[in-house]
Nanobody
Framework: QVQLVESGGGLVQAGGSLRLSCAAS????????MAWYRQAPGKQRELVAS???????RYADSMKGRFAISRDNAKNTVYLQMNSLKPDDTAVYYC?????????????WGQGTQVTVSS
């Protein structure tokens, strides 16, 4: 089992910044992908950014240039630096981890952290 604990959400004005953190604990395989997803009210959950254990990253188009994902493998922690925030970024942000070399592929989610951007 794996536990994911997010922190860093909150209320920020448009144009501001926030940094989310997510610490994973439990049975962590070294080959893994960590990611941030978000879900706004009435919308489907969407990928924000992902990062592999080799630090290969992928971003949703709307986040490129504003958000940066990083990780500390020694701490099993992933971060999301969010800059130039917009009201449309308001959502619950979820941390995610998967272990792609295992079958079936284990996937785990955090409980989510609220990010609210005021105009």
């Amino acid at each position: 089992q794996v536990q994911l604990v997010e922190s860093g959400g909150g209320l920020v004005q448009a144009g501001g910044s926030l940094r989310l953190s997510c610490a994973a604990s439990g049975s962590i395989f070294s080959i893994n992908t960590m990611a941030w997803y978000r879900q706004a009210p009435g919308k489907q959950r969407e990928l924000v950014a992902s990062i592999t254990n080799t630090r290969s990253t992928r971003y949703a188009d709307s986040m490129k240039g504003r958000f940066a994902i990083s990780r500390d493998n020694a701490k099993n922690t992933v971060y999301l630096q969010m800059n130039s925030l917009k009201p449309d970024d308001t959502a619950v942000y979820y941390c995610y981890i998967a272990f792609p070399t295992e079958r079936p592929v284990p996937e785990y989610w955090g409980q989510g952290t609220q990010v609210t951007v005021s105009s």
